[in-house]
């Protein structure tokens, strides 16, 4: 069965550092893998996914995540975060036979002027 | 904004009730997943529509249903309805050209049952 962690709650950082949010999956075959996205009160907004290829894909807003097969990681990052970045985020995976997406429990992001 | 809209935004109801809500997909999107996020958690797939047919189901019981029409539109219903059913109910749409294709979501349907 697939699986997501996200082992911090919630990730502190001032504005203007880097940010990480970590993920790691499990999944039987080669997977898929999602961040998105929640402000309050609001759906989920995709940011970015790997399917295959390079390592380093980049999303929407400035964010890119890092594929690590060894590690089974996914994690999102941002050189330089904004205030506006404080949101819920989510990582999700699913495995090449199309099952549907398995998230996280999600990471609170807080940024601090 | 995605184009997923989803009716009412928000819905109070009593234990014991029936409740549909509904979702309108993204154009060119014939795939629709219904999702419930309890507070604190995650999203948690309940089931997906593809072409009108059901096509997966997550770990929700039958009283749980839904619905695909052929405009690719979506209703789901909860039927006996519980406390622990109080959540945000996320509808998603997708493309079927391949399973690397994100979902895009509405903005959600808040249920509290009282």
């Known amino acids: 069965a697939q699986s997501v962690a996200q082992p911090e709650d919630q990730v502190n950082v001032a504005e203007g550092n880097p940010l990480t949010v970590k993920c790691t999956y499990s999944?039987?075959?080669?997977?898929?893998l999602f961040w998105y996205v929640q402000y309050p009160n609001r759906g989920l907004q995709f940011l970015l996914k790997y399917i295959t290829g390079d390592n380093l894909v980049k999303g929407s807003y400035g964010f890119e995540a890092e594929f690590n097969k060894s590690q089974t990681s996914f994690h999102l990052k941002k050189p330089s975060a904004l205030v506006s970045d404080s949101a819920l985020y989510f990582c999700a995976v699913r495995d090449i036979r199309n099952t549907p997406l398995v998230f996280g429990k999600g990471t609170r992001l807080s940024v601090i002027a | 904004e995605t184009g997923v809209t989803q009716s009412p935004t928000h819905l109070i109801k009593t234990r014991g009730q029936q409740v549909t809500l509904r979702c309108s997909s993204q154009s060119g999107h014939n795939t629709v997943s219904w999702y419930q996020q309890a507070l604190g958690q995650g999203p948690q797939f309940i089931f997906q529509y593809y072409r009108e047919e059901e096509n997966g189901r997550g770990n929700f019981p039958p009283r749980f249903s839904g619905l695909q029409f052929p405009n690719y539109s979506s209703e789901l219903n909860v039927n006996a309805l519980e406390l622990d059913d109080s959540a945000l109910y996320l509808c998603a749409s997708s493309t079927r050209q391949g399973e690397a294709t994100e979902a895009f979501f509405g903005q959600g349907t808040r249920l509290t049952v009282v």
């Open positions: 999944v039987s075959g080669n997977p898929y």
